[in-house]
């Protein structure tokens, strides 16, 4: 019988090595997993290479998982917001490397992995300086530069709700990156409000199919503020 619910989170972090490439869903706090990060701070796995669209708020979530010296190399689209005070100062002590990737280049390198695309041609960044050391081609009159699959050990996302087989739905702007990172790794790790049984969920309204996830954990809800921190007791 397949069962992909986990018992706890650390129960499905347990196979995190060090020096993985891990995928985290979220687009700023929307969809962020933030019980998945803080199970991998506990479950101690370093030297990551993580993926992610920022590159952490203020001492939470992601930035958390910086401050604790587990990562090695952040791969994002924006780096620096009001809050990313983690971020910086490790950048400027040379503590952590910085791959800046446009955000659309992001999200189509995950999408070409999940696809099995080995490479394409993409018109954004030509003649900046995150184009430098690339090869370039002009199609039809257009410059393109040629671009890599983004590949991950483990994707760390949030879902809405989910099944015993993996099968997800998510809630609005929280599904972000979540489907294409869920494709890009060997293994997809998933946190869900609602598990329902099989056959609950509308086949039309599944986005990720059970194929890609590997564990699902129920979590609790909790109430945020905007901004989507939690709110003090």
């Given at each position: 019988?397949i069962?992909?619910?986990?018992?706890?989170?650390a129960?499905?972090?347990?196979?995190?090595?060090d020096?993985?490439t891990?995928l985290?869903?979220?687009?700023?706090t929307?969809?962020?997993?933030?019980?998945?990060?803080?199970?991998?701070?506990a479950?101690g796995?370093r030297d990551?290479?993580?993926v992610?669209?920022n590159?952490?708020n203020?001492?939470?979530?992601l930035?958390?998982?910086l401050k604790?010296g587990?990562?090695?190399?952040i791969i994002?689209?924006?780096p620096?917001q009001?809050?990313?005070?983690?971020?910086?100062?490790?950048?400027r002590n040379?503590?952590?490397?910085?791959?800046?990737?446009?955000?659309?280049?992001?999200?189509?390198?995950l999408?070409?992995?999940g696809?099995g695309?080995g490479?394409?041609?993409c018109?954004?960044?030509?003649?900046?300086?995150?184009?430098a050391?690339?090869e370039?081609r002009e199609?039809n009159?257009k410059h393109?530069?040629?671009e890599?699959p983004?590949?991950?050990?483990?994707?760390l996302?949030?879902?809405?709700k989910?099944?015993?087989?993996?099968n997800?739905?998510?809630?609005?702007?929280a599904?972000?990156f979540?489907?294409?990172?869920?494709?890009?790794?060997?293994?997809?790790i998933?946190t869900v409000?609602?598990?329902v049984?099989?056959?609950?969920?509308?086949?039309?309204a599944?986005?990720?199919?059970?194929?890609?996830?590997?564990h699902?954990?129920k979590?609790d809800?909790?109430a945020?503020?905007?901004?989507?921190?939690?709110k003090?007791?």
């Amino acid at each position: 019988m397949i069962n992909k619910l986990a018992d706890s989170v650390a129960q499905a972090l347990a196979g995190v090595k060090d020096g993985a490439t891990v995928l985290i869903g979220g687009f700023g706090t929307a969809g962020i997993p933030g019980e998945l990060i803080d199970g991998l701070i506990a479950q101690g796995a370093r030297d990551l290479t993580v993926v992610n669209n920022n590159a952490g708020n203020a001492d939470q979530g992601l930035a958390a998982l910086l401050k604790a010296g587990q990562v090695r190399k952040i791969i994002c689209s924006f780096p620096r917001q009001v809050d990313s005070y983690v971020f910086d100062e490790l950048y400027r002590n040379g503590k952590l490397e910085l791959e800046l990737v446009p955000q659309g280049n992001l999200a189509e390198r995950l999408r070409a992995a999940g696809a099995g695309i080995g490479a394409f041609f993409c018109p954004t960044a030509y003649g900046t300086e995150l184009a430098a050391g690339k090869e370039t081609r002009e199609i039809n009159g257009k410059h393109y530069v040629l671009e890599y699959p983004i590949h991950g050990d483990v994707a760390l996302i949030k879902a809405e709700k989910g099944d015993r087989w993996g099968n997800l739905t998510y809630r609005m702007s929280a599904r972000n990156f979540g489907p294409v990172m869920a494709t890009a790794a060997k293994t997809t790790i998933a946190t869900v409000h609602e598990v329902v049984e099989l056959g609950a969920l509308d086949p039309e309204a599944i986005v990720t199919p059970g194929i890609y996830v590997s564990h699902v954990v129920k979590i609790d809800r909790t109430a945020t503020q905007a901004g989507g921190f939690k709110k003090s007791a």
